[in-house]
């Protein structure tokens, strides 16, 4: 267990997020170099004091690079604490250095905040090595050696908490996001799907009816050029949202009443829609939903029934469930049975983010039968 999460942590990659150097950095450096200069000049305590305070204003400019090279940052610090410890201990003198040499913790913060596993790894034990030995001068006894580590632990644990409040802030985003383009996906096949199912159709039609009645051809030609604009506005709407910093125009989302928008008598095959007149008033995602899952179950009938001469849309509201059921007389296409593509998994997936169901697949009186309940009353 302890050896997983070493490894773990040694194959840990650096933060990603590191901020660049800011004025608030050299505004700290300043502040501190001042800080030490004057600890130096009026404290007469100071064992070896003009080479500490040297030391402790010129370590200070090591902050700057503390989210870029926090590792480097630790050893120069915390060696040359180690070098100070050693020869204090060689030469007899008490602890060389100036209280404002504290801010070393600043380093041991960055180092579990920015660093990668094995950054950590290896400056947290120079870090350890330093602390020992700066403390052997002054014979610590076990508390002030407890409370050393303690601080230092400290840290270090501060450092890590703010890391994983960033990653999993990081990670929720990216959840939030895979969601949007799913969702925008979904949205995108649907409509895309439907409008360029109807030019196709449209086109067929005129294509038949053009040499016996070209005026005719020419009203199926006004209609393809909506449906093509129509397209071409809601892709746009689209791609807006996917550009970073574009804004936005959301329209109001289609619902059950617009389904007899897709109601037609001509060309073939007939589409007919039949609602509940008591249709209670539905929540905006299960109302949303059944007018995409209509959608898409018209696309692929105009799309793969084969000889369809009529396609029934039927709605059906009873005991706090919404019942959709899409119908065609059309031959089935093999393809259909066997290769579903997007159009069903996106069906589904709206399903199932409510709580619903969803069967689609052969009628047993011929053509192709798309049949989902959704609850009128979604959970939150």
Same mark, same amino acid.
């Given at each position: 267990m302890i050896t997983n999460a070493l490894r773990s942590l040694w194959a840990e990659p650096r933060?990603?997020?590191?901020?660049?150097?800011?004025?608030?950095?050299?505004?700290?450096?300043?502040?501190?170099?001042?800080?030490?200069?004057?600890? =130096?000049?009026?404290?007469?305590?100071?064992?070896?004091?003009?080479?500490?305070?040297?030391?402790?204003? =010129?370590?200070?400019?090591?902050?700057?690079?503390?989210?870029?090279?926090?590792?480097?940052?630790?050893?120069?610090?915390? =060696?040359?604490?180690?070098?100070?410890?050693?020869?204090?201990?060689?030469?007899?003198?008490p602890s060389v250095g100036l209280d404002t040499m504290i801010y070393v913790l600043v380093l041991v913060y960055a180092l579990v905040r920015w660093g990668s596993g094995h950054e950590i790894v290896i400056g947290l034990a120079v870090v350890a090595v330093a602390a020992g030995i700066g403390m052997v001068?002054?014979?610590?006894?076990?508390?002030?050696?407890?409370?050393g580590f303690a601080i230092l632990t400290a840290a270090a644990a501060g450092g890590a908490a703010f890391r994983y409040r960033a990653e999993s802030w990081r990670r929720a985003l990216d959840q939030i996001r895979s969601q949007e383009r799913v969702g925008l996906a979904r949205e995108l096949h649907d409509v895309v799907a439907h409008h360029v199912s109807a030019i196709a159709v449209q086109a067929q039609a005129g294509r038949a009816i053009a040499g016996q009645r070209p005026e005719a051809a020419l009203e199926t030609l006004a209609v393809i050029e909506g449906e093509a604009s129509r397209t071409l506005a809601e892709m746009r709407a689209m791609v807006r949202v996917l550009r970073d910093g574009a804004p936005a125009a959301y329209a109001p989302q289609p619902g059950v009443a617009d389904l007899v928008s897709l109601a037609r008598r001509d060309p073939v095959p007939v589409v007919d829609v039949e609602l509940p007149d008591d249709l209670d008033q539905l929540p905006?995602?299960?109302?949303?939903?059944?007018?995409?899952?209509?959608?898409?179950?018209?696309?692929?009938?105009?799309?793969?029934?084969?000889?369809?001469?009529?396609?029934?849309?039927?709605?059906?509201? =009873?005991?706090?469930?919404?019942?959709?059921?899409?119908?065609?007389?059309?031959?089935?296409d093999p393809a259909r049975s066997v290769n579903q593509g997007f159009g069903l998994l996106g069906m589904t997936e709206r399903v199932q983010l409510l709580g619903g169901t969803l069967r689609a697949g052969p009628a047993p009186g011929g053509g192709w039968t798309v049949d989902a309940e959704l609850p009128t009353k979604v959970r939150r």
């Open positions: 933060a990603t997020d590191a901020p660049e150097r800011v004025s608030r950095d050299w505004v700290l450096v300043g502040v501190l170099m001042v800080t030490a200069l004057l600890e =130096g000049v009026l404290r007469d305590d100071v064992a070896w004091r003009p080479f500490a305070t040297i030391v402790a204003v =010129g370590l200070a400019p090591v902050l700057l690079w503390r989210r870029s090279h926090p590792l480097a940052c630790v050893v120069v610090a915390f =060696g040359t604490a180690m070098a100070l410890g050693l020869a204090s201990l060689l030469g007899g003198a001068p002054d014979h610590v006894g076990p508390a002030e050696l407890y409370g905006l995602q299960v109302d949303a939903t059944v007018y995409r899952l209509a959608q898409e179950s018209l696309t692929n009938a105009l799309r793969h029934a084969r000889n369809a001469s009529r396609v029934e849309i039927r709605v059906v509201e =009873g005991a706090g469930r919404l019942r959709l059921r899409v119908t065609d007389d059309g031959q089935i």
